[in-house]
């Protein structure tokens, strides 16, 4: 793989991870206008790894604070803290993308699939942005409500649902700030892309790994780890002040573009 195109697909790797405009989605089509042969098991575990540095940095004190012995004093107490909340919304996405991931791989990676995903989910967070606009009482997080998101993650298998924008959507429906929603979307992503990872790194250690220039590769975990971390802190930022309507303007307008060349 060229030095440019592992450049290339870092920045957007790091730009799309945890904005609501799905990085799949973006690194399929990417890969389709340019002509690009897959870029491989390999460079897919060197960007996931650098967008999980970067999440894993930017809350590391939240991380730290899960780990307090308070929180595991008892089971109940576990099960409610924010590692348990963490821990059962995870669940349902890692199973069933463990059951049909070759299945979405072979049947729902087309243009056509993620221009429809764009817009219809675009058009949700619209809804649940503008639901939250409106309410004057704000939730807080608990196991009930973190099982919900984890469930809606489900969805985000579909390319062009995007991951974030499905949880941070279901979280603006429930009733979570746009700021907690966007927290719990963020911390959310560690063990899924920790199992992304894993799993690929599995299927990885299946093949032979010779001549492998490892240059690209190191610089491919630092470009997006360095955007990603930028990212999660410009975001935050932006959707507390102007909230989600410019990523549902760029998703419907991907997805009409999308359409008309297809």
Known sequence: MET????????????????????????????????WSDQGLLVD???????????????RSEIVQMFEPHHFSSTQTLLH???GIITIATVPIVI????FNEFIEQNLRSPSIIAVTSIFFGVLLYFADLKHTKKDEVLELTLLLG???????????????????ITITMGLFLGLSRVEALKFSFMLSIPVIVAATILQSIELFNTQLIDINYLPLFLGVFISFIIA????????EFVNRIG???FVIYRIFLGVIIFLTL
């Open 147 to 165: 099982l919900l998101i984890g469930l809606s993650q489900i969805l985000a298998l579909i390319p062009g649902t995007s991951r974030s924008g």
């Open 229 to 236: 971390f930028l990212t999660i802190r410009w975001f935050i």
């Open 81 to 83: 803290s924010p590692i």
């Open 4 to 35: 440019i195109q592992t450049i290339i697909l870092a920045i957007i790797q790091g730009l799309t991870e945890f904005l609501p405009v799905s990085s799949s989605a973006h690194l399929i089509l990417i890969s389709q206008m340019s002509g």
């Open 96 to 99: 069933v993308g463990g059951l």
């Open 244 to 246: 989600m309507l410019p």
């Open 45 to 59: 575990v060197a960007l996931h790894f650098g967008t999980l540095l970067a999440v894993v940095y930017y809350f």
